[in-house]
């Protein structure tokens, strides 16, 4: 049976009324609280409505999303997100990005696992919130996390020597079953694509254990721009699309708000992408691997 999910990433929900005054005042804040505010013009929280409506008009099984919800990891924007992913009328999966961890507090309280817990039910290793898998009969989801909290002005991410051993026995597991593997990761995964202090630092040991044991497709977000390109694996390469911000309203080619329509079975995917053409989401390129 095949998974029909749709893709969308980079959502950056912002809602600065719920945020008290005294987080403002917090220096470590500020200039996050300057970026979020200009972000405002480029973002718009509509976008992910009509993604939501889309998806159910298209009768996806499940919305998947591909981190960096919120701006500035505050209470107030989990809460908003939390919110928005229940009251989708469909189930949601997501993974934590780098704005999800951008306090060290954040990350201390695993605010975002906290929060969004009921979007990542899944299988996992006692003790450890990643991966978690989750199956639907010959296709599985793969979240990951890369968000660490980072000095300012750098959005890097690592997943860690940990995290990457149990992925690499879960594509093993998933492999020799014969299940679609989709793995979701927030930061690129091909080298060369992310911007210098932007970068998964052990990119390297993710492409190893690609190459070592396969995946069928990888989706991630991160740099807001459409990408395409592929990691090799023991036979087939695995399919990477990078997805840009699914409430971006850029009209510069690649950077539109933009989501996609997979169909995942053990025999292939589909995909179909929409993006945002200043007033609706409107269908584009449709591709099959
Ligand atoms: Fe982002
Ligand atoms: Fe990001």
């Not at 299988?123 to 990643?130: T, V």
């Not at 879960?170 to 210098?196: D, F, N, S, Y």
Request: glycine residues 12%; negative net charge; hydrophobic residues 40%.
């Amino acid at each position: 049976m095949a998974l029909r999910f749709v893709h969308c990433s980079d959502i950056h929900l912002l809602d600065l009324e719920g945020v008290g005054v005294h987080r403002f005042l917090n220096k470590r804040l500020t200039g996050g609280v300057n970026l979020a505010l200009g972000r405002r013009k480029a973002h718009s929280p509509h976008l992910f409505d009509a993604i939501i409506d889309r998806a159910r008009a298209l009768k996806a099984d499940r919305l998947v999303v591909t981190g960096d919800v919120t701006n500035l990891a505050l209470e107030a924007e989990f809460e908003l997100v939390r919110r928005k992913f229940g009251e989708a009328g469909l189930p949601v999966t997501v993974i934590p990005g780098n704005h999800d961890a951008y306090t060290k507090g954040s990350v201390r309280n695993r605010r975002f696992e906290q929060y969004l817990n009921a979007f990542m039910e899944g299988e996992r290793q006692a003790g450890h919130d990643y991966p978690f898998v989750q199956r639907f009969g010959g296709v599985a989801l793969i979240g990951l996390s890369t968000a660490i909290a980072t000095l300012p002005l750098y959005a890097t991410g690592r997943l860690g020597g940990g995290q990457l051993a149990r992925l690499d026995a879960i594509l093993k597991e998933l492999g020799e079953e014969g299940v679609a593997r989709v793995v979701l990761i927030h930061h690129p995964v091909v080298e060369g694509v992310a911007k210098a202090r932007h970068d998964l630092l052990d990119l390297d040991a993710f492409g190893e254990v690609i190459r070592r044991r396969g995946a069928e497709l990888i989706l991630h977000g991160h740099e807001h721009i459409h990408l395409e390109g592929e990691l090799p694996g023991p036979d087939d390469a695995a399919v990477v699309h990078g997805i840009a911000s699914g409430t971006a309203l850029s009209q510069k080619p690649g950077r539109n708000g933009a989501f996609s329509l997979y169909t995942v079975a053990p025999e292939g995917i589909h995909r179909a992408h929409y993006i945002w053409d200043g007033d609706e989401f409107v269908a584009g390129q449709e591709s099959t691997h």
